[in-house]
């Protein structure tokens, strides 16, 4: 399981639009309400790909020498994706949270 690339689209936008914006006190109603939900749209594809079955929920080990070292590489690698995925949606959660407090 890789970071999907619609994700790293989203994040690479929204980090744009952030950064175009600033400072976001003085940004248009407009301007905040849509990375408000470009940011909430984020944290829900975040969560989707969190709870998506996975390599890790369905490995099954194979039986010779090689192909189980492969079958480790690939259990490692989702693991360190779905931990990616982890600290990534507690991340754009909080960034959520902060610009809902931003007054539009």
Same mark, same amino acid.
């Given at each position: @399981?890789?970071? $999907? *690339? ?16 600033? *400072? ?28 998506? *079955? ?7 080990? *194979?039986?010779? /020498? ?21 600290? @990534?949606? /507690?991340?754009? /959660? ?9 007054? $539009?």
């Amino acid at each position: @399981m890789a970071i $999907s *690339p619609n994700i790293l689209a989203e994040l690479a936008f929204l980090q744009a639009q952030v950064d175009a914006a600033n *400072p976001l006190a003085s940004a248009s109603r407009a301007t905040l309400t849509a990375i408000k939900l470009n940011a909430a749209q984020l944290v829900s594809d975040i969560q989707d790909a969190l709870v998506a *079955p996975s390599i890790l929920d369905t490995f099954v080990a *194979p039986v010779d /020498g090689t192909s189980i070292v492969q079958g480790i590489l690939t259990v490692s690698q989702a693991a360190i994706d779905q931990n990616r995925l982890s600290l @990534m949606r /507690g991340l754009t /959660g909080r960034a959520a949270a902060n610009l809902n407090q931003v007054p $539009s």
